[in-house]
């Protein structure tokens, strides 16, 4: 990238990051927008004095002033377009360290320097375990936040085993959320691109074939950086290896007898992490001439190692430095464990822990080797289940609720446990990778490795289909927090069910956790496991018909809404049908029914889909399920509204959103809500409806749903712009453009485009809206199904009347003949409304005043069949420029009254690309009228309501229903 197209990026990015808009910035920098937007587009070069005056707007630093002019100018310079911002709080996940982090600043500083030279944007922390990466990498993350824009991001890996899962773990440390049509790659690679981020990769050594995974995101994301923590490097090009060395010791004690004080102790980094460490453990502990040797030489031992040394510190408290080298020169630490291929500081460390597990009793032994087993921690619930006598296999040794607490008390004082803060504060307990691994392997050999892990799996189906109903409930956002932190152990759980066999428990598990799979948009996640564990129970044909079989089947046809063909859907879903009516299972039937009702709407057999929609609400109603009744309430309506049956629509609408509320589902009350508030809006106005649509994107925003999130984005866009907040209308759609690029979803990407168009449109900015307009055609054109020739409907309507604003009167017929072509004979025939008010201006402007009443009366018959006050106010103007011009200007009058009541009273006021011409079209009626005249007739249509407005404009215009015979539409009241 060149020098001005970087400075372009970097305004660009710049600007949003301190949420101003263009012509906000070209207000106060003194420039014209246009100049602003060639800039950002780097078609034009911005002088020194522009530069300066942006910059100080952006807040930039005086002293990177030169550095920026430099670089806008093209004439190099030092500033990084990537740094040296004013100090701002950064986007972080970054974990808060509670000690301190000794011996360690000369790296910091060293690592600091090459992170932020723009040669190395790899850098691997290389080194044994326990040598402290891990701290090292979060201190120099710590360091250097500042300095990238987009923040820095500590992606934990130690407990992802399989390279595939890489690209959905840095995502949800990113907070994206996966789903959609695309992989995980392809939506994490599209984030990424153009942000200046740090990503901390830690423990990437056994998912090191994902390495091409980052080669990847670092040519495409020339502003990411990447540094990973990892036991070995990742061999790609343009890495950067350092090594972690150990702490700083003393030298080893001579031949010849000499003496260490405390003092030269202390001043080697090693003996002070111990020393900090042990005062911890033991407050009155100190280094003193009298142990520094000792210290010393226990130290030198570990190798330095901090984690080893922490270890032994802390059990400062039961042995003196001289007792604590005492049991160090004991056999068993140089042995480690009869490895023989690992480098010697792992033996080492492997004997600080395995020295720290012998000083544990028998029963803390046998509960650290049980709780070993959880991965990604656990709370303290979770280890009173695993290791009660309630779940079966029987262990040897059971623990009560209190043997559990006091055990992990222990456990976390003796540094084998660490201990976090979950959801809500709860305590969540974890042990370092390493520790853990050790747990692991004494589990092995104890032979009860078997029993646990058939524990483990047990706990975690209890907790999966506990959520699976607690989810469908007001508890739904403490749930998906709960299965948030709980991922890494349902991963482990689900996997040695398929490797041991435990069929049953695998399906089980894979169906309850389908929904948090479907609403937090890890479908693809979801898929995987469940396609697993079908295939495993395929080998058991007893369980081909149990419950367990028939939901994880139902739950996987859920998960390919966005992989698979209707077909592959509808397979499943019948025979997860026949599943539930075998075993009577009424909220399985209710739910497959629910399912295959949605596939026949999606084909178009509407008559089907309202046939197994009502069974499924027969059968939820029969078994009181609010949840079930309101999906099958929703797909009712949406098969009503596509057969034009708006009682039904609206029945059904109202009782899916009071349903879904008596759940107290955000997932489900945003779709209700949404439904709902569009309808309002329609028919009751923006002011009625913008609330409703608010509550449903506050849903959707509550659940981490970033497709709807985007598409009710969108509609809050619409519902402003009818209102006239056109800034906050734009900043919406945009919002959701941003989002859709990541997920790239086609459909709702292209009504964006739409949107945006629409909105320019009414706010006068005539050159964006073309650009808009564009966009969406080219967009809805490369696709072939029947909901895209739809929107392209609607984009020729507005495109028309852009022309007729324009005074292009041939493309505004192009345009609106072809809209009306692609919008006539549909079932939802009110859509045509807009093309008959773009119709009607149009011989308005042709001075053709009989067919633009009989157009605009269309327009509103059509409207007045589904009760939509959309679009009225408009006609009523049309017509009363018709009627002025045909020598009426009495009705005219009534007509301005009705259209400014209505408007006052929807909250939609008159677009500010017609003003000008409505103020025209009024001043015209009253100096043919009169103005007191015109004033006492205008009250008149002011206090008239919807329903009357229609009546009287049926009654005015009924001699114009067959004006324009050729158009294929009924006229009739």
């Known amino acids: 990238m060149d020098n001005t197209g ?29 100049t602003l937007r060639k800039i950002e587009a780097g078609d034009l070069q911005p002088s020194a004095a522009l530069v300066t005056s942006l910059a100080r707007r952006l807040r930039v630093a005086e002293a990177d002033l030169p550095g920026l002019t430099a670089l806008a100018r093209g004439v190099g310079g030092e500033f990084s377009t990537r740094s040296r911002l004013l100090p701002s709080q ?70 992802v085993s399989d390279p595939a899962l890489v690209p959905s773990a840095i995502a949800q440390a990113l907070g994206l959320e996966l789903g959609g049509t695309s992989s995980p790659e392809l939506q994490l ?36 950086h990447v540094l990973a923590t990892s036991r070995q490097p990742l061999g790609l090009r343009g890495e950067r290896r350092i090594p972690v060395q150990p702490l700083a010791l003393p030298a080893a004690p001579s031949g010849v007898a000499h003496t260490l004080s405390a003092a030269q102790a202390l001043h080697y980094s090693a003996v002070a992490l111990f020393a900090e460490r042990a005062k911890a453990a033991q407050f009155d502990f100190a280094v003193t001439d009298g142990n520094a040797a000792a210290v010393a030489e226990i130290c030198r031992r570990l190798d330095g190692l901090p984690l080893a040394i922490e270890l032994v510190a802390a059990r400062a408290k039961l042995l003196s430095p001289v007792e604590l080298l005492a049991r160090l020169r004991e056999p068993w630490l140089l042995s480690g464990g009869g490895l023989r291929d690992v480098p010697a500081r792992q033996k080492t460390l492997r004997g600080a822990i395995g020295w720290s597990y012998d000083l544990l009793s028998p029963a803390e032994r046998t509960l650290f080797q049980y709780l070993s087993v959880f991965a990604g921690g656990f709370t303290l619930e979770a280890a009173e289940l695993l290791c009660s006598s309630a779940l079966s296999p029987p262990l040897p040794v059971s623990f009560s609720p209190a043997e559990v607490l006091d055990g992990t008390a222990l456990l976390l004082d003796k540094s084998l446990l660490q201990r ?50 607690r989810l469908r409930t007001q508890e739904q956002l403490a749930w998906i927090g709960r299965l948030n932190l709980e991922q890494d152990n349902v991963r482990a759980a689900i996997s040695a069910a398929l490797a041991h066999g435990w069929g049953d428990e695998a399906l089980r598990l894979t169906s309850a956790m389908a929904y948090f799979w479907h609403i937090r948009g890890l479908e693809g996640e979801g898929r995987q496991w469940i396609r697993q564990a079908l295939a495993a129970a395929e080998r058991e044909p ?48 209710a739910h497959a029914m629910q399912n295959l009702a949605r596939l026949a709407f999606e084909q178009g057999d509407y008559a089907q889909a309202r046939s197994l929609g009502q069974q499924s609400l027969e059968l939820s109603q029969s078994i009181a399920d609010p949840w079930s009744m309101s999906v099958s309430h929703r797909t009712l309506a949406l098969v009503a509204y596509q057969q034009g049956n708006w009682t039904a629509w609206r029945r059904h609408l109202h009782a899916a959103a009071a349903e879904a509320e008596a759940t107290g589902d955000r997932w489900l009350l945003g779709p209700a809500w949404q439904h709902l508030g569009l309808d309002v809006w329609h028919c009751e106005g923006a002011t009625a409806g913008r609330p409703i ?44 453009l941003d989002i859709l690029r990541v997920w790239r979803d086609d459909w709702e990407s292209a009504w964006t485009l739409y949107c945006l168009g629409s909105i320019t449109f009414r706010s006068g900015d005539l050159a964006a809206a073309h650009r808009w307009f564009a966009q969406c055609l080219e967009a809805c054109r490369s696709h072939e199904h029947d909901a ?111 259209a400014a009541g209505l408007r006052q009273r929807l909250g939609t006021p008159v677009p500010l690309v017609e003003r000008a011409g409505h103020e025209k079209g009024q001043s015209t009626t009253s100096e043919r009228l009169g103005q007191a005249r015109f004033e006492a007739l205008r009250t008149e249509g002011r206090r008239m309501t919807l329903g009357e407005t229609a009546d009287y404009l049926m009654a005015i215009t009924r001699e114009y229903q067959d004006v324009v015979p050729s158009l294929p539409w009924d006229a009739a009241d």
């Open 420 to 469: 976090d803060a979950g959801l809500d504060d709860a305590r969540r307990y974890t042990m370092l990778e390493t520790v853990r691994e050790y747990g692991l392997e004494r589990l092995g050999e104890s032979g009860g490795e078997m029993k646990i892990r058939q524990r483990h799996a047990h706990c975690l189906v209890t907790l999966a289909e506990e959520s699976a109903v």
């Open 6 to 34: 970087s400075f372009s990026q970097w305004l660009r990015q710049r600007r949003k990051a301190l949420n101003l808009t263009q012509k906000e910035l070209a207000q106060q920098a003194g420039c014209a927008e246009i």
């Open 693 to 736: 649509i608010e509550r449903s994107l506050a849903a959707y925003q509550a659940v981490g749903n970033q497709v709807m999130v985007a598409a009710l984005s969108n509609k809050l866009g619409e519902v402003a712009s009818d209102q006239g907040d056109y800034i906050l209308a734009q900043a919406s759609c945009l919002e959701a």
């Open 90 to 159: 950064r986007p972080h996940n970054l974990p808060l360290p509670l000690t301190s982090l000794l011996g360690r600043s000369h790296d910091v500083a060293a690592l600091r320097k090459r992170l932020l030279a723009d040669a190395a944007r790899l850098l691997t922390l290389v080194g044994p375990p326990g040598v402290g990466k891990t701290r090292l990498a979060l201190a120099v993350a710590q360091e250097v936040r500042e300095r990238f824009e987009d923040g820095a991001f500590f992606v934990r890996l130690a407990s």
């Open 542 to 589: 007893a369980w081909r018909h149990s419950v367990g079989y028939g939901r994880a089947l139902l739950g996987y046809a859920v998960l390919l809404i966005w992989d698979a063909g209707i077909e592959r859907r509808q397979a499943l879903l019948a025979e997860a049908l026949r599943i539930f009516q075998e075993r009577r299972d009424g909220w399985g039937m």
């Open 788 to 898: 895209y020739r739809w929107l392209e409907g609607f984009v020729l309507a507005h495109r028309g009347r852009l022309a007729l604003v324009e005074g292009k009167l041939t493309e505004a017929a192009g345009d609106l003949e072809r809209s009306w072509r692609l919008l006539g004979g549909r079932p939802e025939t009110q859509d045509l409304s807009l093309t008959a008010l773009g119709l009607g201006e149009l011989a308005c402007q042709q001075e053709q005043w009989p067919q633009a009443i009989a157009y605009f009366r269309f327009s509103l018959a059509k409207l007045r069949q589904v009760g939509r006050a959309v679009n009225t106010p408009a006609c009523c103007e049309g017509l009363a420029k018709a009627f002025t011009a045909q020598g009426q200007p009495a009705p005219a009058a009534r007509l301005w009254g009705c």
């Open 189 to 224: 690679r599209a984030d990424l691109e153009g942000k200046h981020l740090l990503l901390v990769l830690d423990n990437f050594e056994q998912v090191v074939a994902a390495a091409p995974l980052v080669a990847d995101l670092l040519r495409r994301s020339p502003w990411l």
